[in-house]
């Protein structure tokens, strides 16, 4: 059974510019969940998605947006980067509110 | 005060030994608990779940103390791939807003 894939693995972008991070749940799952990983910090909750509706949204600026689609996928959307987006963003899935995510490997994403 | 607090060590302990993380969390009505676990550079994955009357897994025994609100996390006999970073894990009021803490480095020697 495929994993939580995520894309793309690297990105490199600008100050100002946008930048778009796409996830595929686990097949059978609905629920998707995106967090921020930046260096020699925890994991910080970003947005809960599940049935194609926003859940539950972080402590983050409404710059972090995204959307889950009819297939259950999901994108991430950070508008006018700022240097300090640059993170691991780890999308994870799992069934409707069990709490045990599987995880992705993480789109890193560095703005210079 | 973080939702959740761990030690961030590292612990580092020789092969077989026992080591025991602790965990606070500060939302009393929080529902379930998880602890994950992350090696270097890589994404976190589920070790267990933590549930009220306690459960072990192998060498893994995790409790839950309501009234105190830590969880804790016992490792038996470690073993060099034990040597990770340690993620405790709080579901308050089952929102789906998972939080994390800052996790617990553990380095195992030979």
């Known amino acids: 059974e495929a994993g939580v894939t995520q894309s793309p693995t690297h990105l490199i972008k600008t100050r100002g510019q946008q930048a778009t991070l796409r996830c595929s749940p686990i097949?059978?799952?609905?629920?998707v969940y995106w967090y921020q990983q930046a260096l020699g910090l925890g994991l910080q909750f970003l947005l809960w998605?599940?049935?194609?509706?926003?859940?539950n949204r972080g402590n983050f600026p409404p710059r972090f947006s995204g959307r889950q689609f009819p297939n259950y996928s999901s994108e991430l959307n950070v508008n006018a980067l700022e240097l300090e987006d640059s993170a691991l963003y780890l999308c994870?899935?799992?069934?409707?509110?069990?709490?045990?995510?599987?995880f992705g490997e993480g789109s890193r994403l560095t703005v210079l | 005060r973080k939702e959740v607090e761990q030690d961030p060590g590292p612990f580092n302990v020789p092969e077989g030994a026992t080591v025991a993380f602790n965990c606070t969390y500060s939302?009393?009505?929080?529902?379930?608990f998880f602890w994950y676990r992350q090696d270097c550079r890589k994404e976190p994955k589920l070790l267990m779940s933590?549930?009220?009357s306690g459960n072990e897994d192998g060498r893994f025994t995790a409790q839950l103390n309501r009234a105190s609100q830590y969880i804790s996390l016992l490792i038996r006999d470690s073993k060099l791939s034990d040597s990770a970073t340690y993620l405790c894990?709080?579901?308050?009021?089952?929102?789906?807003?998972?939080?994390f803490g800052q996790g617990t480095t553990l380095q195992v020697k030979p």
């Open positions: 994870a899935s799992s069934r409707y509110g069990t709490g045990e995510l599987f």
């Open positions: 097949s059978g799952h609905t629920s």
């Open positions: 998605y599940d049935e194609g509706e926003e859940r």
């Open positions: 939302n009393s009505a929080s529902q379930s």
């Open positions: 933590v549930y009220s």
């Open positions: 894990v709080v579901n308050p009021s089952n929102t789906g807003k998972l939080i």
